[in-house]
């Protein structure tokens, strides 16, 4: 087998909406990239088949060969067999899809799945914000929350590959009914749609002068960038939705950080545009709050990979299966 440190892989995160792809190398460094509609009413199997297309179109404009593919997916899947469980966010027909069989038939190459948050949280570990921590919890803020776990140097999932839904624990436990079922989790409290709502009340409520500036006087677009302007700009209102909306993050995350002894924490997902703004509070809760160790050494801060952590997770899934493929064969 071709030496995983001089070839190249293939991570591909699939979204509600769209697919991200890339191909990098084992240190991550990106040498192609593209992005097409999921167009998820169509089925998985035509899904994959147009993301194999776009693969072989990137690898024939670069005049490169892929090694293995790591693919993440917004739900539960089942690694083993290579199949998705159930995706919440995508229709029906998408559950016990053989998606790693449906990419292997097409490429021949090794293909390994993951849940996208967790996947995410490898792509973050392996080439993202962690300096070289042996522990790490990934948090990514948008539409939802989402996360993975490193421990001892390995991205953890228990079972279902569930380990890290630290978007699904109570904070309120008579708050408002969550996605999954429960109420009162941590997503019911902070993302990226509830943060627009807040800011929209206060501009109706005319709270938020410089945000209704800022959007012209149209709600729909309310925005976490514009609102962090706006905040900036001098809507106090504003701010302290943000504040509050990151204190309950601080809480939910000095819970896991409590749990698990993690001594660096990365957030990722569209929340992070807020910065500061979303940092200080968290920092101060999770040092408020994390008191069976020295919370001293408890590392917060935003993502430098962005929205690509997930697809650079999955290259990293890759580069692990291949090199697990290659000891196998040599063994
Ligand atoms: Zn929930």
Known sequence: MENAASGLFAGIDFGGTKVAAVIADAHGNIVAEGVIPTLAEEGPAQAAERTCRLLDDLCLQHSCEILAIGIGLPGLVDRDAGAIVFLPNLPPQWSGFHIAEAFASHSHRPVSLLNDARMAALGEYTFGNAG????????????????????????????????????????????????????GCLETLVSGPALAAAGRDLMRAGRAPRLSELVAGDPAKVTATRMAAAAR???????????????????????????????????????????????????????????????????????????????????????????????????
């Open 132 to 183: 070289g921590s042996q522990d790490m919890l990934f948090v990514t803020v948008g539409t939802g929350i989402g996360g993975g776990l490193v421990l001892d140097g390995h991205l953890r999932l228990g079972a279902f590959g569930a380990a890290g839904e630290v978007g699904h624990h109570t904070i309120l436990p008579d708050g408002a009914p969550c996605s999954c079922g429960s109420r």
């Open 233 to 331: 700009n001098g809507d106090q209102a504003v701010a302290d939705a943000i504040r509050v909306a990151a204190e309950y993050l601080g809480v939910g995350i000095a819970n896991a950080v409590s749990i698990t002894a993690v001594r660096t924490v990365v957030i990722g997902g569209g929340l992070s545009v807020l910065g500061d703004l979303l940092l200080e509070p968290v920092r101060r809760v999770v040092k408020e709050r994390v008191r069976m160790f020295p919370s001293e050494v408890v590392q917060i801060s935003c993502s430098t990979l962005l929205e690509k952590s997930g697809a650079l997770g999955g290259v990293a899934l890759a580069v692990e299966e291949y090199k697990r493929a290659a000891s196998n064969t040599s063994a």
